[in-house]
């Protein structure tokens, strides 16, 4: 089974950055999606970026184009997602995801519901 624990959170100021890693096991890197969500209490979970991990081809939201990137560690086992430019309006609970490889013009969706497996979320905190 697929488990997904995501490390790196924690509290920045306004402009700062955070890395967050998703360790993965047990994902068939061949024929999955991986990506990174963040959701406010009670709102719905907002799909950030994505990707085809066995092409490496990746997929960003309009509100971190630019600002957010995707990378691979050299295992080809950890996805991380660095963060800069931050504002406070991008604090919330980051989840990692991997999902049944679901493409649209060649790219993982950023849709949660083609995502079934979740890591337990961590916090990102942006203050200014």
């Known amino acids: 089974q697929v488990q997904l624990v995501e490390s790196g959170g924690g509290s920045v100021q306004a402009g700062g950055s955070l890395r967050l890693s998703c360790a993965a096991s047990?994902?068939?890197?061949?024929?999955?999606?991986l990506a990174w969500f963040r959701q406010i209490p009670g709102k719905e979970r907002e799909g950030l970026a994505s990707?085809?991990?066995?092409?490496?081809?990746?997929s960003y939201s309009d509100s971190v184009e630019g600002r957010f990137t995707l990378s691979r560690d050299n295992t080809k086992n950890t996805l991380s997602l660095q963060m800069n430019s931050l504002k406070p309006e991008d604090t919330a609970m980051y989840y990692c995801a991997a999902g049944v490889l679901r493409l649209v013009a060649g790219t993982c969706t950023l849709s949660s519901t083609s995502y079934n497996s979740w890591g337990q979320g961590i916090q990102a905190t942006v203050s200014s």
């Open positions: 047990g994902v068939d890197y061949k024929r999955e999606c």
């Open positions: 990707m085809v991990w066995h092409t490496g081809r990746t």
